[in-house]
């Protein structure tokens, strides 16, 4: 599980959320747990029983103004009570002015307070989708990917195979690569994978032979993306007598990816075949399915029904005695 720390979240959102700090700076080394953040609710009133301190703590305006109309002996005894828990840290939207005594009893307990120039909404809308990303399963795989015909295909297979020479190809056809060699990968909801390239070396690629090429510097914008959903995982492997390899596309094989299934195609390499054309029918296979229609199925129940319709005329003739 990825970690994030305070000062890492301040720094990396400072812009996206317009965050001002506040209170202890100790408070920065503190490390957040999940991907959760909310406000305090009903912990403000007195009630902890169903309080979950490792999150994030959100005060808008309500919670704000509840707490300035208290008298002052008991909004110093709620905030002592609430900053006194384990939090990672206090999150203040719109800007708004602290209450009296809330930043003296952060600086007392080690929190850091991280004031917000948004409205309460549009923090939440942003702040979400970076806790999500950030706390993302993620993993590193060994491959090539890119973007054919709007189709994810990773390319894995022994190293100098010719993985990366394949994508080359399928860039110079007009494709886009996303990552060589090295695919970071991470799981967005449920069964959604999105690799990346590594920043410091994404869309440069290895040719064995001729060494580092810059992708985008040659090709242009055009040939290069961000990042990508990977939907198919293409298998390059070197042909052998007796290997047996797929041939109608009935039995799909499947792979799995940070508890994802996603479809896996095995192509035997031997000299004479055109790797990047199979590439470019892989993806629009794929896009024909997606879309409902499946070649493979349609030619099973095409060739099932022919062999029924001659089965009914042989018991047609076979029933015709006069």
């Given amino acids: 599980m990825p970690t994030l720390t305070v000062g890492t979240f301040f720094e990396r959102t400072r812009d996206l959320l317009q965050l001002e700090q506040r209170g202890s700076a100790d408070g920065l080394a503190r490390e957040i747990p999940n991907a959760d953040a909310s406000g305090p609710g009903l912990v403000l009133a007195g009630y902890t029983g169903r309080f979950v301190p490792q999150r994030i703590q959100v005060l808008g305006e309500t919670e704000v103004s509840y707490l300035r109309s208290l008298p002052e002996p008991e909004r110093l005894r709620i905030l002592d009570t609430f900053l006194g828990y384990e939090i990672p840290c206090l999150m203040v939207t719109k ?103 590594h920043p410091l070396q994404r869309h440069y690629m290895e040719i064995r032979g001729i060494g580092l090429i810059d ?32 041939r109608t596309g009935l039995d799909t094989d499947t792979t799995e990816i940070l508890g994802v299934e996603v479809p896996r195609i095995t192509v035997p390499l031997n000299p004479g075949k055109n790797i990047t054309v199979i590439a470019e029918v892989i993806a629009m296979n794929h896009l024909m399915r997606y879309s409902g229609h499946d070649p493979a199925q349609a030619f099973n129940e095409r060739l099932k029904s022919h062999m029924r319709d001659k089965a009914d005329v042989q018991r047609y003739l076979l029933d015709d005695d006069e």
């Fill in 215 to 246: 992708v985008r510097a040659i090709f242009g914008i055009r040939a290069v993306r961000q990042q990508k959903r990977i939907e198919v995982v293409v298998v390059l492997q070197e042909w052998k007598q007796g290997m047996v390899v797929e």
């Fill in 95 to 197: 800007g708004l002015e602290l209450p009296e005594g809330m930043e003296a009893a952060a600086q007392k307990h080690g929190i850091t307070i991280l004031v917000s120039r948004l409205k309460t909404l549009e923090f939440y809308n942003r702040i979400g989708p970076f806790l999500l990303d950030a706390f993302a399963p993620s993993t590193s795989l060994h491959g090539s990917l890119a973007d054919v015909y709007g189709v994810g295909l990773l390319f894995t297979g022994a190293s100098g195979i010719g993985k990366s020479e394949c994508v080359l190809d399928l860039v110079e056809r007009g494709h886009r690569l996303v990552a060589d060699d090295l695919v970071i990968t991470k799981r967005k909801g449920a069964d959604v994978l999105i690799g990346s390239g």
